[in-house]
């Protein structure tokens, strides 16, 4: 099928070639935060049931949170929580008008993608 049989239209979409405004960047990104924590959070309420059993359990989830696996899960979550925070503020300013051209929403779309991970990364080097 070529594109005059399409009307015009590309037949073929290729999603890698398409080059995305950075705010649909954060955009897809926040879509994917709030699935990681929807997903999350059976996997901390079964950290938390167990570190509430003994003091010896709690004493081996704290040390598991110290590996460098639960240390990459803890960044992983903070991101997330911080990630969606921040674009849902960015969103609720826009809703009311502020941020609307052009330039300040993707500068607040950077904002948001380059905060988020800086966060996660101060929080969890205080937790740790």
Known sequence: MSL???GGRPVHLNLLRIHL?????????HRITGVLMVL????????LDRSLRS???YR????WMHSPLGVVLL???LWSVLHHLLAGLRYL?????LGVDKSMARTTAWLVLLLAPLFALLLA????
């Open 4 to 6: 005059k049989d399409a």
């Open 21 to 29: 405004p950075v705010a649909g960047v954060m955009s897809i990104v």
């Open 40 to 47: 999350a959070v059976p996997f901390m309420i079964y950290l």
């Open 55 to 57: 003091e010896a359990e």
């Open 60 to 63: 081996q989830i704290a040390d």
């Open 75 to 77: 960044f992983g979550l």
């Open 93 to 97: 300013l826009i809703d009311v008008d």
């Open 125 to 128: 080097w205080g937790l740790l």
